[in-house]
C-alpha cells in the first residue's frame, strides 16, 4: 500500500493531522516545572518541523511534476493502452492490499492518544553552568575580552554588566579583526543559546526586523556607537590604502589584501632602508597618514562594508540581551551568590535544587484526599476540621441582590455587601449601596426600605422656594416665591 503515491500522500495528510493535534493536547497541560516546560517547547518545535517537512514533500506531490499522479490516478479508474478495464484495475488493486498485510501482518496504526509522545524528554545539550537554560556560561567570551585591545581586566560579574553595551567602546578599537570574531562569537552563543531555552520564538522575523530598522539608522547616521563613522569613511577613500600589520595574524589573511598593495608596501618599505622615520619625507608615506610621532597605535578602520556587518551584529546581540534579560540578571545574582560558597555549598544546593524539584512533581501527581469537601488553604492542601467549625464555614447565606450566590461563613456573608457583586445588583435596582441596607438580601425588602426612606427625605427636604426669605427696601421680609411674584408684577 506504501508503494503507491496516493497511499503516501494520504499517509502524508495524516501524519500533519496526527501532530496537529499531539500539539493541542501537549499545549493544554500546564507544566509544572521549568524542566518540563522547556521539554514541552522542544516537543512541540520538533512536531512543527516535521510538519513543515511533510507538508513541503506533500506540495511536490501535487505539482506532479513528473505525471507520476496523474498516471496512478489514471491507472485507478482502469485506463490502460487497449481501452478502460474497471474490474482488472480494482482486482489487482486488492491483490496488492492482500499482499501488503501477508508481508506486514503487525502493522501498528500510530495512536495520537499515546501518553508517551507527550512525556518524551528530548535531549537538549546544555553545559552545567547552564543549568538546563537558567543562566549563561559566557566564560569563553569573557576571556576572549579581558585579553582583548578592546577590552578590560575586570571580573566575570563586572563583564555580566558591560557585554551587552558594546557601543561604550571606541569605534576605531571596534574596526579590528579581533572585536570581530568576538562579536561573531558572543552572536553565535547567544543565538544558540536563545534557539535551546525558546525554541517555539521564531527568530528569522526577529533578526529581519532588527536588519530593516538598523538599515534606516545606518543611512542616516544614528547607529549607537557608530554615528557619522560610515559617512567618514566613504567621504575619505584614501584611509582604505594603509594597511595596518597588526590587524593581520597569518599570511592567508594578509593575501586577501592583493598583491598591488602589497607591492607598493614593499616598495616603499625598501626605499626607506637604513634611513630614520624621521628624516624621511612626507612622500614615502601613504596619503591620509600621518606621521609616527603622531599615529601611534591607532587602529585604521576597516572597509565600510566590513564595518557595517560589526554594526550589525552588534544590533543583533542588543535586540538578543533585551530578549535574555530576566536570564541576564538571573547569571548576575547565580554568580554573586557562588563567589560566597564553597565547593561542597554549591554540591549541596545542586542537591537540594534537584530534590526539590522532584518532590514538586510526585506532590502535584498526588491526588489531595479531602472526603468532607473543605476549603483549600494558602498550600493548596485543606484546611483543618476544626478551623473550618470556628469560622461557620458550613453555614450557607444566600443573597437574592447577588443573583441568589452563595456565601459560606458569617464572615464571608459580612464581607460580600462591599464587594462587586453586591454593588453592582443595587446599582441594577437603583438603590445607593448604604450602611442603611447591610443584612438586606432580599429584593422586596431593600425597595420597600428605600421607599420609606425616600418619604421621609421628602418631608425634611429643604425647600427654598418657601424657606428661603428675602427683604426689600422697606425691611418686609418674604420668601423667595412671593418676593419674586412681586418683582415681577412691579409692585417692589
Same mark, same amino acid.
Given at each position: ?21 499531539? =500539539? ?26 516535521? =510538519? =513543515? ?25 482502469? $485506463? ?36 508517551? /509522545? ?27 575580552? =579581558? ?30 579583526? $579581533? ?21 517555539? $520564538? ?13 538599515? /534606516? ?43 598591488? @598593495? ?56 542588543? @535586540? ?74 458550613? $453555614? ?64 425634611? @427636604? ?31
Amino acid at each position: 500500500m506504501s508503494s503507491t503515491l496516493l497511499e503516501v500522500t494520504r499517509a502524508a495528510h495524516e501524519d500533519v493531522e496526527r501532530l496537529e493535534r499531539l =500539539i493541542v493536547k501537549d499545549l493544554q497541560n500546564e507544566p509544572p516545572t521549568g524542566k518540563d516546560r522547556l521539554y514541552q517547547s522542544h516537543r512541540v518545535r520538533n512536531n512543527i518541523d516535521t =510538519i =513543515i517537512a511533510t507538508t513541503e514533500k506533500l506540495i511536490e506531490m501535487y505539482e506532479d511534476k513528473d505525471n507520476a499522479r496523474k498516471d496512478e490516478i489514471a491507472a485507478l479508474g482502469g $485506463q490502460t493502452a487497449t481501452g478502460i478495464n474497471v474490474f482488472s484495475a480494482f482486482y489487482d488493486r486488492l491483490k496488492e492490499i492482500r499482499e501488503y498485510h501477508r508481508k506486514h501482518p503487525a502493522a501498528r496504526v500510530v495512536d495520537a492518544n499515546e501518553e508517551y /509522545e507527550l512525556k518524551e524528554e528530548l535531549v537538549v545539550e546544555f553545559s552545567g553552568e547552564e543549568a538546563l537554560g537558567r543562566y549563561l556560561d559566557l566564560h569563553e567570551l569573557f576571556s576572549q575580552y =579581558i585579553n582583548s585591545k578592546f577590552g578590560a581586566k575586570i571580573e566575570y560579574s563586572a563583564y555580566l554588566d558591560v557585554f551587552s553595551q558594546p557601543h561604550n567602546i571606541p569605534w576605531k578599537l571596534k574596526s579590528t579583526r $579581533q572585536f570581530s570574531e568576538y562579536m561573531e562569537n558572543l552572536l553565535e552563543y547567544l543565538i544558540y543559546f536563545f534557539q535551546r531555552t525558546e525554541p517555539l $520564538q521564531d527568530l528569522d522575523r526577529i533578526f529581519s526586523k532588527v536588519e530593516a530598522e538598523f538599515e /534606516e539608522q545606518w543611512a542616516d547616521g544614528q547607529v549607537q556607537g557608530w554615528q557619522k563613522q560610515g559617512q567618514e569613511n566613504e567621504a575619505d577613500p584614501a584611509q582604505h590604502a594603509v594597511i595596518d600589520l597588526d590587524y593581520y595574524s597569518t599570511v592567508e589573511e594578509l593575501m586577501e589584501v592583493g598583491p598591488e @598593495k602589497l607591492k607598493e608596501r614593499a616598495e616603499r618599505l625598501f626605499l626607506t632602508k637604513h634611513t630614520p622615520l624621521e628624516k624621511l619625507d612626507k612622500k614615502h608615506f601613504a596619503k591620509g597618514s600621518r606621521r609616527p610621532e603622531q599615529n601611534g597605535s591607532t587602529a585604521v578602520p576597516q572597509d565600510i562594508n566590513s564595518l557595517k556587518h560589526v554594526a550589525l551584529m552588534e544590533s543583533k546581540m542588543k @535586540k538578543l540581551c533585551d530578549l535574555l534579560s530576566k536570564t541576564t540578571e538571573q547569571t548576575k545574582e547565580n554568580v554573586v551568590k557562588k563567589q560566597a560558597l564553597t565547593y561542597e555549598e554549591m554540591e549541596q544546593e545542586r542537591e537540594e535544587e534537584e530534590t526539590q524539584v522532584d518532590t514538586e512533581s510526585d506532590e502535584e501527581d498526588q491526588q489531595i484526599y479531602n472526603p468532607l469537601k473543605l476549603p483549600m488553604g494558602w498550600d493548596g492542601k485543606p484546611i483543618p476540621y476544626w478551623l473550618y467549625k470556628l469560622h461557620g464555614l458550613g $453555614q450557607e447565606f444566600k443573597c437574592e441582590i447577588c443573583g441568589n450566590y452563595s456565601y459560606w461563613g458569617r464572615r464571608a456573608f459580612e464581607r460580600h455587601f462591599k464587594e462587586w457583586r453586591h454593588q453592582h445588583g443595587m446599582r441594577c435596582l437603583g438603590i445607593p449601596n448604604t450602611k442603611n441596607f447591610n443584612e438586606i438580601t432580599n429584593i422586596e425588602e431593600a425597595q420597600e426600605l428605600w421607599g420609606k426612606i425616600r418619604e421621609r427625605q421628602g418631608v425634611n @427636604k429643604w425647600r427654598p422656594d418657601l424657606e428661603e426669605e428675602y427683604e426689600d427696601k422697606e425691611g418686609n421680609i418674604y420668601n423667595k416665591k412671593t418676593y419674586t411674584d412681586l418683582q415681577r408684577q412691579g409692585l417692589i
